[in-house]
C-alpha cells in the first residue's frame, strides 16, 4: 500500500487548506486513517483520525472545531479539511494507516505535505 499526500502549501493566517491522502497498491480495508504533523523542532502529534467503516472521528484537541476529517472510500482517499489556520499549523503533516486496532503503531505512512500558516 501506498499513501500519497497532496494539497499542503502556504495559505495566510485564518484561511483555509484541504488536505488530501490517497492509498493506492493492494486490497485496501484499513481499520482507520490518520493524520499527524511534525512542526519544526518539535515531536510527531497527532491530528485527526477516521475509522474506514462507520463514522467515528477523533482530533486533537487545537483541531476540534477548526479541522474536519473524512473520507471517499470509493477512492481510497481521506480528507483533512483546515479551516481558520493558525501560524503554530506550520508543520509537515503525513497520512498514516492501520489494517487493525493497534496502539500507536501504523502499517504505511505517506511521505508529507508542508502546511505553511504565515501570521
Known amino acids: 500500500v501506498q499513501l500519497q499526500a497532496s494539497g499542503g502549501g502556504l495559505v495566510q493566517a485564518g484561511g483555509s487548506l484541504r488536505l488530501s491522502c490517497a492509498a493506492s497498491g493492494r486490497t485496501f480495508s484499513p481499520y482507520s486513517m490518520d493524520w499527524f504533523r511534525r512542526a519544526p523542532g518539535k515531536e510527531r502529534e497527532f491530528v485527526a483520525a477516521?475509522?474506514?467503516?462507520?463514522?467515528?472521528?477523533d482530533y486533537t484537541d487545537s483541531g476540534k472545531g477548526r479541522f474536519t476529517i473524512f473520507r471517499d472510500n470509493a477512492k481510497n482517499t481521506v480528507y483533512l479539511q483546515m479551516n481558520s489556520l493558525k501560524p503554530e499549523d506550520t508543520a509537515v503533516y503525513y497520512c498514516?494507516?492501520?489494517?487493525?486496532?493497534?496502539?500507536?503503531?501504523?502499517?504505511?505512512w505517506g511521505q508529507g505535505t508542508q502546511v505553511t500558516v504565515s501570521s
Open positions: 498514516a494507516t492501520k489494517s487493525r486496532f493497534m496502539v500507536g503503531k501504523y502499517d504505511y
Open positions: 477516521i475509522r474506514w467503516s462507520g463514522s467515528s472521528t
